[in-house]
Structure formats: structure tokens, C-alpha cells
């Protein structure tokens, strides 16, 4: 094994990305560094965010270089280190992003242990997915017993855990998704009250029967006209955490909608975006609790896997035609025991 793989950012898309903006290319394999190991991919994470970094507008990620790697999330298994913290066969979970193996800085690596959940878990549920749901929603949304909680995207990765631990906190959650059979999933198998397919339903009608009493907290993971919809309900005090705009992030002239300055005025409503970055020092007793509601059956999650690592960039694809339900992966390697 000399040979490696990494995905660049070929050009700048314009508008809906396509696979001309990346190149797969061979590389040789990378050798470690003194504070180095080197890693091989098991998976790797795709995310709408990824989307905004590849654009050169200012945003809160720099954004990424022509030329340059995909960075993003990545669970792996060490195969050298001069560290004696990190030995051969450990997993760990970093951003090294798209490409098969990897020398990464020991510092900036986490050990995942593989007998507390599957590993992809830690790129999930018990990641950053299941910690921007806890943050985004306990501490802007701060909902409370018998309130309404309206999730978009409600069966995406962050949707359904925001979903599943507002019902833990005894709120009545509402999801918004692009197919009954996500909806299905959502009522049946994660027990939410309501569920709306914003492609098919009458939005204005359904969110109105599905929230006779109004919206208390609306996760916003969508933008666009499902969220200019969910805002003419809001309560008094509604709290309102932006979390993604994914309906927005193709379009290649700047948005016009609603102007909701005076419905948050009305309302006194707070609307705040946040990143689950800020959340760091907290990151210990988020992923405590959430690791218990995860053992205790409290809270479900999905996966979508896509095999092999040259089908990356049709996974990332994927995220903006509503394909996957739960957390999109792709699975690069096995894991050795």
C-alpha cells in the first residue's frame, strides 16, 4: 500500500453543485510528522454545511480552497503513531475529511470506543449531529412540558434528535420532511405527535391542524418558505434556534421572503443562529447524557450508508434531493478488530 485517494474542491459551484466542481485524484500516501498519525478512513461525514464553505462569501467557516481537500468529519483507525496516547488499531474520530488515509495532528483526534456504541455514532448521535440537536435546542429553545416544538428537516441527522429529546423534556413535536415514508418513520417509530410533508401537504393548513395552539419553539434547519410558514404560528416567547438553511444554499441570487422583524416584535420572540463550536467546553456533559438516553432507548437515530469511497461526492449530492433519512455516511474501509 503506497497509494492514497483524497476529493478537491475543482471549482466554485454555481448554484446546485455538480460532480465537475470535485476531483478524485491518487496521491502517494501521506507519511506522519513528529505529533502525527497516520489514519485510515472507516467513514467520513457529508453535510449540507459543506455546501457554504465551498461558496467564497464571508460565512462563519472559512471557506474551503480550490485545490484543496474536503475537510469534514471522519472516524478512523490508527495505523502508525509516535504518540503514546494513540496506539495502532485505536479509532478515532477527527476532520480530515475526504480522502482514505490521513496524517493528522494527535491534538486535534478523539478516541471512539467502539464498545460503547457503533463508531459511526461518533459522527452522529453521539457527534456533532447529536451535539448541535442539544445545544441548538436546550439552550435557545429551552423547551418546556406541554409546549409545541416544530422541527424542518425533521428526519435529518439533527431534526430527529432535537425531535426525540424535546419529547424527553415532555414537549408536542411536530415534523416537517419531504416523503410520507420519512413522516411515517417519524410518527411510528420515534413517537411525534405530527408530521408534514411539505412537497405534497397544503403547509399552511396542515402546520395550522397540527399546531391548534400555536408554535413555543420552531428548529429551523430549512429556511425558505417551510420556515416563512411555521413563523406566522408562533406563540408569545417563542424561541426560535436557526440551525441550517439548506433550502438556500444553491441559489445563486440572494433570497427575498417575508420581512419578521414585526412578528418577532409582536411575539417577543428570540431568534438566534448559533454554532455548536461555541458549545466546546460543554462537550463532556452533552455527550454523558446523550450517550445515557441513547443506552436507555430514549432516543433512536438512522444512518444512510453509501459504500465506497468514490461514491462521496453522489452522497454529498444526495443531502440536496432529500435522500437520506438520518445521517448520510459513507463507509471507506473496515474496521479491524
Known amino acids: 500500500m503506497s497509494v492514497n485517494e483524497h476529493i478537491i474542491l475543482a471549482k466554485r459551484p454555481q448554484g446546485m453543485p455538480d460532480e465537475s466542481d470535485f476531483t478524485l485524484e491518487e496521491i502517494p500516501l501521506p507519511v506522519p510528522q513528529a505529533g502525527e498519525a497516520l489514519v485510515r478512513t472507516v467513514y467520513l461525514s457529508v453535510d449540507p454545511y459543506m455546501r457554504g464553505r465551498m461558496s467564497d462569501a464571508k460565512s462563519y467557516a472559512k471557506p474551503y480552497e480550490v485545490g484543496q481537500v474536503i475537510a469534514g468529519g471522519a472516524i478512523g483507525q490508527v495505523m502508525e503513531s509516535a504518540d503514546p496516547t494513540l ?31 457503533p463508531i459511526s455514532t461518533a459522527l452522529g448521535v453521539l457527534g456533532m449531529t447529536g451535539l448541535t440537536a442539544y445545544f441548538g435546542l436546550l439552550d435557545i429553545g429551552q423547551p418546556q412540558a ?43 417509530k420515534l413517537g411525534f405527535s405530527a408530521a408534514i410533508n411539505y412537497r405534497s401537504d397544503d403547509l399552511a393548513s396542515a402546520l395550522a391542524e397540527a399546531c391548534p395552539d400555536g408554535v413555543d419553539v420552531y428548529f429551523d434547519n430549512v429556511g425558505g418558505e417551510v420556515s416563512d410558514a411555521v413563523l406566522r404560528l408562533i406563540n408569545r416567547n417563542a424561541r426560535i434556534p436557526i440551525c441550517g438553511q439548506i433550502a438556500l444554499y444553491n441559489l445563486e441570487k440572494p433570497d427575498t421572503g417575508p420581512r419578521i422583524q414585526s412578528l418577532l416584535l409582536t411575539n417577543t420572540a428570540l431568534m438566534k443562529g448559533f454554532l455548536v463550536g461555541d458549545y466546546a467546553s460543554r462537550y463532556p456533559e452533552a455527550l454523558q447524557e446523550l450517550a445515557v438516553w441513547l443506552r436507555d432507548g430514549k432516543i433512536q437515530y438512522a444512518e444512510n450508508i453509501v459504500h465506497g469511497f468514490e461514491k462521496t461526492i453522489e452522497a454529498f449530492l444526495g ?12 463507509k471507506v474501509s473496515e474496521e479491524q478488530r
Open 87 to 117: 496506539r495502532e488499531g485505536d479509532f478515532v474520530v477527527g476532520t480530515w475529511g475526504w480522502q482514505r488515509y490521513a496524517a493528522v495532528q494527535t491534538g486535534s483526534l478523539r478516541k471512539v470506543n467502539p464498545d460503547l456504541a
Open 146 to 188: 406541554g409546549e409545541t416544538v416544530v422541527v424542518s428537516g425533521g428526519a435529518g441527522a439533527v431534526g430527529m434528535i432535537v425531535g426525540q429529546i424535546a419529547k424527553i423534556k415532555g414537549a408536542r413535536v411536530v415534523g416537517i420532511a419531504g416523503s410520507d415514508e420519512k413522516n411515517r418513520y417519524l410518527t411510528e
Open 319 to 330: 443531502l440536496f434531493s432529500g435522500e437520506n433519512l438520518g445521517k448520510q455516511l459513507v
